[in-house]
């Protein structure tokens, strides 16, 4: 029986994100494209003695005692009756609060390796049983649908557990800054619904356009982030870092989640580069994904 497993936990990027105004119970319903990029958390996780426990090593990453990773074992302990103790190496590369899904990220990879190493299988019923009890992003990355090269894209509604997969492109190029701001999923939505009650409104385009104008040329893509314009106001090296990727000739270029991290998109594997030795000189958090 094996024992231990490396699992790679892939960020994502946000190809426009419109926030629909608050419900009822006070969530917001979104409509967006995610595809996942090369950037990845590495999960080395192996059984150890003892049942019940969960013991996560992050290294100088200090992580509060309930958080994702006991969140995915808790739930996936008490839904499948398998409480094998387990250790987890976790080395940390996407940033924290940057609006990349890495936390939700590491949750969906962990269960997958929970579930190989206890050869549980796992089903439909089980991932979403585990993912609604630790986080909405989750979904994506469980059911992104992974093409040949690892790339998963997928229309993804609802709070973000509605995630219909289509085929990702394979002829887009990423890099990323991460200005120096940390804003919180929480702060990003308060500023958004202020924003609605003030009447003011970002024009994105319909749900039912989404993959179309994602298949169409970049350089005409006309999607939005609900969230830029208004953490772009709170934090003005937003802005800054969004006007250098575009004057490096990105084809487009936005914010990706609730933020700060912020992306521009490029047609060849060069000119991406090129784009990533200028924007270097500038910004000392800046990788080619």
């Known amino acids: 029986m094996l024992s231990d497993i490396r699992v790679l936990a892939p960020a994502k990027v946000n190809i426009g994100l419109n926030v629909l105004p608050a419900r009822s ?8 494209i995610f595809q996942t ?29 309930e958080n994702t990773f006991s969140k995915t074992y808790d739930a996936f302990c008490d839904l499948t009756g398998c409480r094998k103790g387990v250790f987890v190496k976790l080395q940390k590369v996407i940033p924290m609060g940057g609006g990349l899904g890495g936390g939700s990220s590491d949750a969906a990879s962990f269960l997958k390796a929970l579930a190989y190493l206890n050869k549980v299988e796992l089903t439909n019923e089980l991932s979403d049983a585990v993912a609604s009890r630790v986080g909405s992003d989750v979904f994506f990355f469980l059911y992104c649908g992974e093409d040949e090269n690892g790339t998963g894209c997928a229309v993804v509604t609802g709070r973000g557990d509605i995630v219909k997969a289509i085929k990702p492109r394979s002829d887009l190029y990423f890099v990323l800054i991460f200005p120096n701001v940390h804003s919180s999923t929480k702060e990003a ?43 772009v106001q709170k934090y003005p090296v937003i802005g800054k870092a969004l006007q250098d ?22 047609s060849s594997k060069e000119e991406c580069e090129r784009a990533f030795v200028q924007l ?9 994904a």
């Open 25 to 32: 119970d006070g969530f917001h319903d979104i409509e967006s």
């Open 37 to 65: 990029v090369k950037l990845a958390d590495v999960l080395d996780v192996s059984f150890i003695n003892g049942n019940g426990n969960c013991i996560l090593d992050g290294g100088d990453l200090i992580l509060p005692t």
């Open 189 to 231: 939505y308060g500023l958004l619904d202020d924003s609605y009650e003030s009447g003011k409104k970002t024009s994105c385009p319909k749900l039912a356009d989404l993959e179309y104008i994602y298949r169409g040329s970049v350089s005409e893509w006309s999607f939005i982030n609900s969230f830029t314009s208004v953490l």
């Open 245 to 266: 990727i575009k004057n490096t000739g990105a084809l487009w270029s936005d914010m990706s989640g609730s933020g700060a991290t912020v992306f521009g998109v490029y």
């Open 280 to 288: 270097r000189k500038s910004w000392i958090h800046c990788v080619i």
